[in-house]
């Protein structure tokens, strides 16, 4: 009888042991980080993580981080499905010498980015910021009301708010953001499309604003063969060195830009550019003005304008060679 009793407090106390030790590498659908958090920590909401590096791989796939509170949360790299939001407090994110956030996830893969402070900062040590977000493979990324600036770095590829380098069938979509002060020379672009393989990215750029960069939004189609479909819509591109929105064929894929409803100014280059047979721009409500040149056609690019948009008070009024009628 005492044997009896014995073996089952003992696989009583063994099974009250597993119990409790298995909820331990179990990862959490939501997840926090805090400006005093510690990564030790298991990330819940009164235990936050420090960085989105340390909550990342303690929350699941298609979870999301949130931010208890202001703070500096550092670099990370996406390899899942996941949402990060932070839109009701301070989510900074300061780097020199490397990315911001990358994100490598395959095609069956969705990211969000949300309420995010991207600041690239030059250092003595590890030199200037790379890429305020760096996309690198498949999937969708959605970007939603995110400030990118500082990303100086001059080597070539490099120097970007978003460089978006696919290497098959992707998506882009950017709302309600602030991209400025990024590149260097005449390297970087606020937003830059240009990937590899033979998938077709199609990107979405709604109510944002791109100042002060190299190239304002650019669809490159050097290195692949599927093609760049991108939208701009609402949103204002300016202070550009060479232009404002560029489409560049580069010998790769067609590219192809509708602007809509869109403010293209103060651009030191041309205001909207089409560079290569298969590139073209597409213009329709929209304002082109105060540029050096309002549009330029390089290398057998179109530039097709409606007849509702204002060009006007450039340098040089270059009108498209092809006037739509809606």
Not at 110 to 117: F, N, P, T, W
Not at 175 to 203: H, R
Not at 222 to 240: D, E, M, N, Q
Request: proline letters at 3%.
């Amino acid at each position: 009888m005492r044997k009896a009793k014995l073996l089952h407090a003992t696989l009583g106390a063994v099974l009250v042991a597993v119990l409790h030790a298995a909820p331990a590498h179990a990862q959490a659908t939501r997840t926090w980080v805090s400006g005093v958090g510690n990564d030790a920590d298991p990330c819940s909401r009164t235990a936050p993580c420090k960085t989105f590096a340390g909550a990342i791989s303690k929350t699941a796939a298609f979870g999301e981080i949130n931010c208890t509170d202001p703070g500096g949360f550092g670099a990370v790299t996406i390899t899942k499905s996941i949402a990060i939001r932070c839109p009701y407090t301070e989510a900074g994110v300061l780097v020199s010498g490397t990315n911001g956030i990358v994100v490598n996830v395959t095609s069956t893969d969705v990211v969000y980015l949300e309420g995010l402070d991207l600041l690239g900062v030059t250092t003595a040590i590890s030199g200037p910021a790379l890429n305020g977000i760096s996309f690198i493979q498949a999937g969708a990324l959605h970007v939603k009301n995110v400030v990118i600036r500082g990303f100086n770095s001059a080597a070539a590829g490099n120097g970007n708010g978003i460089k978006f380098a696919p290497t098959g069938a992707a998506e882009l979509y950017v709302t309600d953001s602030y991209i400025a002060d990024n590149g260097s020379g005449a390297n970087g672009s606020g937003i830059l499309v240009q990937g590899a393989g033979s998938g077709v990215f199609n990107v979405m750029v709604k109510n944002t604003n791109v100042h002060n960069n190299p190239v304002g939004i650019q669809g490159n189609g050097t290195g692949s063969t599927g093609g760049v479909l991108l939208s701009v819509f609402g949103s204002s591109a300016s202070g550009s060195s060479f232009a404002g929105v560029a489409a560049t064929q580069g010998g790769g894929a067609p590219v192809a830009i509708m602007v809509d409803s869109s403010n293209i100014s103060g651009n030191a280059g041309s205001g909207l550019t089409a560079n290569g047979a298969s590139a073209i721009v597409r213009v329709a409500r929209s304002s082109i003005t105060n540029n050096n040149t309002s549009i330029s056609n390089v290398g057998g690019g179109t530039v097709v304008s409606y007849n509702d948009n204002n060009i006007d008070g450039n340098t040089v009024n270059t009108l498209p060679a092809t006037i739509m009628h809606h």
